[in-house]
T-cell receptor, first 118, second 113 residues
């Protein structure tokens, strides 16, 4: 099955600096890569996603890049703010599609705890 | 806020007892999932269901059981066979086949006493 590795497990940056979180996946059939943010005591929520037909996607201060050949994707947060402090999870889906008749099965990385200091 | 509700928020279980966690969604999603969250181990898939009356084992299904009798509901039973059940459990739902956003419930924290 799919295996997703995520690094680093913890990351501390100063406010205004950039943060980068990296993930690798094992199944070349995976074609959807979302990123979730989980604040303390709350549910994970989607912040950005990318599909395998795109190499990069940006949404304000957040960007995600995908390298299908190397099977890795990364989350970039620029101009970090204290409210960016949270645990971030990457994920990859195996299968999924009307043709295959299978649902997407999200496999998550182990998470990165980001701390933005003043 | 997402339309997916888990209950209860906190649950205590004595050793040897079965306990059922509730998950209900009004998003009209066909796919539903149960994840277990432990510190430093991310989200691990327990069971998932693509459609009513159908479900598949995830990566850590041993000691758990589910049912999917209604589209809106996907309850998880933690049985006495689960040796280390203390964890945070998250339910999620998603439109199947389209690789779209999964919406999570607020979670249930289960503690064995």
């Amino acid at each position: 099955g799919e295996n997703v590795e995520q690094h680093p497990s913890t990351l501390s940056v100063q406010e205004g600096d950039s943060a980068v979180i990296k993930c690798t996946y094992s199944d070349s059939a995976s074609n959807y890569f979302p990123w979730y943010k989980q604040e303390l005591g709350k549910r994970p929520q989607l912040i950005i996603d990318i599909r395998s037909n795109v190499g990069e996607k940006k949404d304000q201060r957040i960007a995600v890049t995908l390298n299908k050949t190397a099977k890795h994707f990364s989350l970039h947060i620029t101009e970090t703010q204290p409210e960016d402090s949270a645990v971030y999870f990457c994920a990859a889906t195996q299968g999924g599609g009307i043709v295959t008749g299978t649902a997407s099965k999200l496999t998550f990385g182990t998470g990165t705890r980001l701390q933005v200091t003043l | 806020d997402g339309g997916i509700t888990q209950s209860p928020k906190y649950l205590f279980r004595k050793e040897g007892q079965n306990v059922t966690l509730s998950c209900e969604q009004n998003l009209n999603h066909d796919a539903m999932y149960w994840y277990r969250q432990d510190p430093g181990q991310g989200l691990r898939l327990i069971y998932y269901s693509q459609i009513v009356n159908d479900f598949q084992k995830g990566d850590i299904a041993e000691g758990y059981s589910v049912s999917r009798e209604k589209k809106e509901s996907f309850p998880l039973t933690v049985t006495s066979a689960q040796k280390n059940p203390t964890a945070f459990y998250l339910c999620a739902s998603q439109l199947p086949y389209k690789n779209t956003e999964a919406f999570f419930g607020q979670g249930t924290r289960l503690t064995v006493v």
